[in-house]
């Protein structure tokens, strides 16, 4: 078994395996990509089966395996298990055929959480009514425009990034400078990536932006969104506009996890999910 560290030059090959195949966003190639050096993720690849590994928190994990063969998926797990390995973002669709086999448990933590696109742009309800007061004020206060992102303005965003992050002083957090390290290579790396965003600009400078994939036929994630908050309404007008603009013939936006943290559960869930994609993890056989 001989496993390679994940190159930018790997991800079409892994995207062979992955590609339009799951809503949930720990096996999307941008992500893989973008996480790669902060969990140290390798992967091989056995004819039909893709397996890859890293560390996090000091905890060897392998995501799912990704193969056709169900059998070869069950006897990977239970060989890495035995090695010690935590299997971990195990969505629905893999975990069905394993569950008999092997002890899993819910990871809430780790659940990703899906939105309809239509909801999120037209902000229509009484549930939504203090999303759209912050949107109105925004509209109404700020001489703005909104950019699709291409080569010719990405490194006004890279330049925005490095500042957001200098403001929050983000050497001093080893998530968010792992976090900044990675979205700093996503966006050098923009158009090999097969991502699409954009950025909102006030008074000529980038004060937002969000970049997303498609990671199924009706679904995108959003991988990066940044606002600069002296600007009221800024993170609810990049949210819609990115999606109107870039994502608004898809039916589901995935806006990733929330590990926790009370305050970000509690900022995805005033968006209304619709619903909320379960994963699953495995420490132990039966």
């Known amino acids: 078994m001989e496993w390679k560290k994940i190159e930018l030059e790997d991800i079409s090959k892994i995207k062979n395996f992955i590609d339009k195949r799951f809503q949930t966003g720990d096996l999307s190639g941008v992500n893989l990509y973008m996480w790669r050096n902060a969990k ?49 973002g195990v969505p629905e669709d893999i975990y069905e055929p394993l569950k008999e086999d092997f002890l899993f448990v819910e990871e809430r933590d780790r659940f990703d959480y899906l939105y309809l696109v239509e909801n999120l742009i037209s902000l229509k309800g009484r549930k939504y009514h203090k999303k759209k007061n912050h949107l109105n004020h925004f509209l109404k206060s700020y001489d703005f425009q909104y950019e699709h992102i291409t080569r010719e303005n990405i490194e006004d965003v890279i330049r925005f990034q490095r500042s957001w992050c200098q403001d929050r002083e983000c050497h001093l957090d080893k998530g968010l400078s792992s976090e900044m390290d990675g979205i700093l290579e996503v966006l050098e790396n923009y158009d090999q990536l097969g991502i699409t965003g954009g950025l909102i600009r006030i008074d000529d400078e980038v004060a937002a932006f969000s970049i997303g994939e498609e990671i199924t036929p009706d679904t995108v994630l959003i991988h990066i969104e940044k606002g600069d908050i002296q600007y009221k309404g800024i993170y609810q007008a990049v949210n819609k506009m990115t999606l109107e603009n870039e994502f608004s013939y898809l039916t589901y936006v995935n806006r990733e996890e929330d590990l926790g943290s009370e305050n970000l559960r509690k900022a995805k869930e005033s968006y209304h999910p619709h619903t909320l994609l379960t994963k699953y993890r495995s420490t132990s056989k039966d």
């Open 40 to 88: 140290n993720l390798e992967y091989f690849i056995d004819e039909d089966m893709l397996v890859i590994r890293g560390v996090e928190e000091d905890i060897p994990f392998i995501y799912p395996p990704v193969s056709m063969d169900n059998e070869r998926i069950r006897e990977t797990v239970s060989h890495h298990l035995k090695d010690g390995y935590l299997i971990r």
